[in-house]
């Protein structure tokens, strides 16, 4: 398969994923994985796509660029590495780990790797500092994926621990827990 991952950013405003979807529907690519988000005021918009045969990259990005950076997007565009193996999934369990605390530098240096020093790795990441001291508005929320065989344990005591030299607060559940407790 020719896959494509274009990377799009540009200050944020209504139909910026309608643009994008648009124009790769016009030149026959399918969407098959999409991540996007607002970060402050700007858009950053992930995207995986098949390629009709005989598409290049240098062609999606051509093409793309003509139709999205008159909109003030900028875009960047690679090719989707790897085969099919690649999407087996392996034998492991999603985690949800949240922190709440004062702001300051480091805090999500300092918690992803405590995470990296397990080997464990972090699917999803989402930060939202405002600055200040109250630990409400300072959260992060780490999606994980921990392998079947792993020591749990050294993984919680070792994050808590660090955690605790941040002066953060910190809870680690299952993401069947997470969102059971979460929803709306």
Do not use: W
Not at 11 to 39: W, Y
Not at 43 to 62: C, E, K, N, Q, W
Not at 75 to 100: A, H, Q, R
């Amino acid at each position: 398969m020719n896959k494509a991952i274009l990377s799009i950013l540009g200050r944020d405003r209504p139909g910026i994923v309608a643009a994008v979807s648009r124009a790769l529907t016009d030149r026959n690519c399918n969407i098959e994985n999409v991540s996007q988000t607002m970060l402050q005021k700007e858009f950053a918009g992930i995207f995986i796509v098949t390629m009709p045969p005989g598409m290049s990259i240098a062609d999606l990005h051509r093409e793309m660029s003509s139709s999205l950076e008159p909109l003030g997007m900028h875009i960047y565009t690679k090719p989707c590495e790897g085969g099919e193996d690649d999407c087996e999934p392996e034998n492991s369990e999603p985690f949800v780990i949240t922190t709440k605390g004062p702001d300051r530098k480091g805090l999500v240096a300092g918690i992803a790797e405590a995470i990296a020093r397990h080997g464990v790795n972090i699917t999803n990441l989402q930060a939202v500092f405002k600055g200040g001291n109250d630990p409400g508005d300072n959260i992060m929320i780490y999606e994980v994926d921990l392998p079947a065989t792993f020591d749990r344990r050294a993984f919680t005591r070792d994050l808590r621990a660090r955690a605790d030299a941040l002066h953060l607060e910190i809870s680690i559940q299952h993401r069947n827990i997470f969102e059971a407790i979460h929803r709306i």
